[in-house]
T-cell receptor, first 109, second 115 residues
């Protein structure tokens, strides 16, 4: 089975930085994904890591350590529109995704 | 990426009835997936639908309850059969385009309420 853990909620101030951690134990590993989901909307793809290290994409960065079963999503220069749920997902094989429960980030003025 | 249209966007149904949800993609894709997202929870994979073969169901989901069709490379349907209030959920389809392996793109979802 798959076990993917991430914090339930985080709160931060506009302009600040927030780091969302994700730990996983899966039967296989074919990549780790982060999705953003605003309330009532579909998840949208943010980032993908398959090798160890940091992937940077504008204000968002994602890090992976395969040996530790650990990833984080870093959100910089937070904006109000970043208030959303952030889903960590692991691909244990060639095509499936297993999702964590999601972290609800609230950005306050 | 891909543009995914899902219909209906929402519905309210009576117990014991069935609802068929449609998912249309703007390009040909090999793999399509159906998920359920219950209120306040994350996504749970129901089944994988490949064109030309039977859908592959995850543990806890059966074909009699959630029959799936995949008649071509751009379209799929999921039927929620003999509905009960416990089936109230958001149902989402997703596709993997194959451009970057395993990245899935999601439709906007169908919000189902069963009375």
């Amino acid at each position: 089975g798959q076990n993917i853990d991430q914090p339930t909620e985080m709160t931060a101030t506009e302009g600040a930085i927030v780091q969302i951690n994700c730990t996983y134990q899966t039967s296989g590993f074919n990549g780790l994904f982060w999705y953003q989901q605003h309330a009532g909307e579909a998840p949208t793809f943010l980032s993908y890591n398959v090798l160890d290290g940091l992937e940077e994409k504008g204000r968002f960065s994602s890090f992976l350590s395969r040996s530790k079963g650990y990833s984080y999503l870093l959100l910089k220069e937070l904006q109000m529109k970043d208030s959303a749920s952030y889903l960590c997902a692991v691909s244990p094989n060639d095509y499936k995704l297993s999702f964590g429960a999601g972290t609800t980030v609230t950005v306050r003025a | 990426s891909a543009v995914i249209s899902q219909k209906p966007s929402r519905d309210i149904c009576q117990r014991g009835t069935s609802l068929t949800i449609q998912c249309q993609v703007d390009s040909q894709v090999t793999m399509m997936f159906w998920y359920r997202q219950q209120p306040g929870q994350s996504l749970t994979l129901i089944a994988t639908a490949n064109q030309g073969s039977e859908a592959t169901y995850e543990s806890g989901f059966v074909i009699d309850k959630f029959p799936i069709s995949r008649p071509n490379l751009t379209f799929s349907t999921l039927t929620v059969s003999n509905m009960s209030p416990e089936d109230s959920s958001i149902y989402l389809c997703s596709v993997e385009t194959g451009n970057v392996k395993n990245i899935q793109y999601f439709g906007a979802g169908t919000r189902l309420s069963v009375l």
